[in-house]
T-cell receptor, first 112, second 112 residues
Framework: DTGVSQDPRHKITKRGQNVTFRCDPI?????LYWYRQTLGQGPEFLTY????????KSRLLSDRFSAERPKGSFSTLEIQRTEQGDSAMYLC??????????FGQGTRLTVV | GDSVTQMEGPVTLSEEAFLTINCTYT??????LFWYVQYPGEGLQLLLK?????DKGSNKGFEATYRKETTSFHLEKGSVQVSDSAVYFC???????????FGKGTRLSVIA
């Protein structure tokens, strides 16, 4: 297993466009998390899944953001009508229950 | 809500110097505490953790002790190397079962 994989690594989009990111967790990890990290800040929690169920969403996750984890395997994070303030690194992490999280390398989004 | 405060960087040290990065936390319950490290161009990696008061986490020469009385989890290393140059994040998770809450990170640069 090569760890948590995120695709794409970089995305440049025009304001108002929709973007979708993919995360492939470590096999058999039940939990999958999405975080957002801006320059000079620590990662901020967005949402997480236990298998296919989305259990918690941060108030940071506006209605333009949606995440899915069909079949409890990979996950997608979609941002609709992107804004410049959405520019950030989007991190995905997975973990077995009650254990530490393993992070992917992230998707860097730039909205121009 | 829960929060983590860590010393601001950047921290610049000469090789073989002693390192301390301060971290304090606020939590309603009894959190697990973590240090994550992010090397240039790589994803976040767990460095060490402690799950209850007075536990000491250690890895790669780094140590941190869970101090409930001072709500602290300071990271220390006796002799840093150039390869330790990275950004270090302190984080907590309530009962090790909730999404991680991160500090803002401390950038360490070690010069030969």
């Amino acid at each position: 297993d090569t760890g948590v994989s995120q695709d794409p690594r970089h995305k440049i989009t025009k304001r108002g466009q929709n973007v979708t990111f993919r995360c492939d967790p470590i096999s058999e990890h039940n939990r999958l998390y999405w975080y957002r990290q801006t320059l000079g800040q620590g990662p901020e929690f967005l949402t997480y899944f236990q298998n296919e169920a989305q259990l918690e969403k941060s108030r940071l996750l506006s209605d333009r953001f949606s995440a899915e984890r069909p079949k409890g395997s990979f996950s997608t994070l979609e941002i609709q009508r992107t804004e410049q303030g959405d520019s950030a690194m989007y991190l995905c992490a997975s973990s077995p229950d009650r254990e530490e999280a393993f992070f992917g390398q992230g998707t860097r989004l730039t909205v121009v | 809500g829960d929060s983590v405060t860590q010393m601001e960087g950047p921290v610049t040290l000469s090789e073989e110097a002693f390192l301390t990065i301060n971290c304090t936390y606020t939590a309603t319950g009894y959190p697990s505490l973590f240090w994550y490290v992010q090397y240039p161009g790589e994803g976040l990696q767990l460095l060490l953790k402690a799950t209850k008061a007075d536990d000491k986490g250690s890895n790669k020469g780094f140590e941190a002790t869970y101090r409930k009385e001072t709500t602290s989890f300071h990271l220390e290393k006796g002799s840093v190397q150039v390869s330790d140059s990275a950004v270090y994040f302190c984080a907590l998770s309530e009962a090790g079962n909730t999404p991680l809450v991160f500090g803002k990170g401390t950038r360490l640069s070690v010069i030969a």
